[in-house]
């Protein structure tokens, strides 16, 4: 795909919070504001993102070439990235679409929450509360991992972490190795 664009892309800042159109951005974009995507979407750039990112499934399908970079990831819907991923909470929320990540990751906290992941990189995560755990075992990793107040009891675990990181709160217990 990096051959379909100039090597140089243009770099654009954008507070758009829902994305419900179809779009394919040739650019290197920052987010700054809270964002929804619910839509198929294409970026040939890297993403970086100020605050937690969302995928909004089943309508929508992110793809990015790029580097992607925010303080924390939800998706529900299918979702390609093929760079590097900096992003320290890590949640997929369960349905039948997929997280597919091709490039290095770099995390403290994935969760697979009933959603089918594929790492193809490395995945260098503090803990990683994977499909292949019991409820209970994925339990125990996010309680040794994330400060209790930021746990729900219920589904979306991490709902509350997200709210945090979005406003600038630390969840994490322990600091990042």
Do not use: Y
Not at 80 to 108: F, T
Not at 156 to 165: D, F, G, I, N, S
């Amino acid at each position: 795909m990096r051959e379909l664009h100039p090597a140089e892309l243009p770099t654009l800042t954008l507070d758009e919070q829902a994305w419900n159109e179809p779009r394919v951005i040739a650019a290197n974009v920052v987010l700054t504001g809270p964002v929804r995507w619910r839509a198929p979407l294409v970026f040939l750039g890297s993403v970086l993102s100020t605050l937690p990112l969302s995928d909004c499934g089943p309508d929508s399908s992110v793809t990015i070439v790029g580097r992607v970079t925010a303080p924390g990831l939800v998706t529900s819907g299918d979702m390609q990235l093929l760079g590097e991923v900096d992003i320290p909470l890590i949640e997929g929320q369960g349905n039948d679409n997929m997280l597919i990540v091709l490039g290095d990751v770099s995390a403290r906290v994935i969760q697979e929450a009933d959603h089918a992941c594929c790492w193809a990189g490395t995945v260098v995560a503090r803990t990683h509360a994977s499909l292949g755990d019991l409820p209970k075992e994925q339990r125990q990793k996010l309680e040794d991992a994330i400060l209790p107040e930021f746990l729900a009891e219920s589904r979306p675990r991490l709902a509350p972490a997200m709210e945090a990181l979005a406003a600038g709160q630390d969840v994490f217990r322990g600091r990042p190795e």
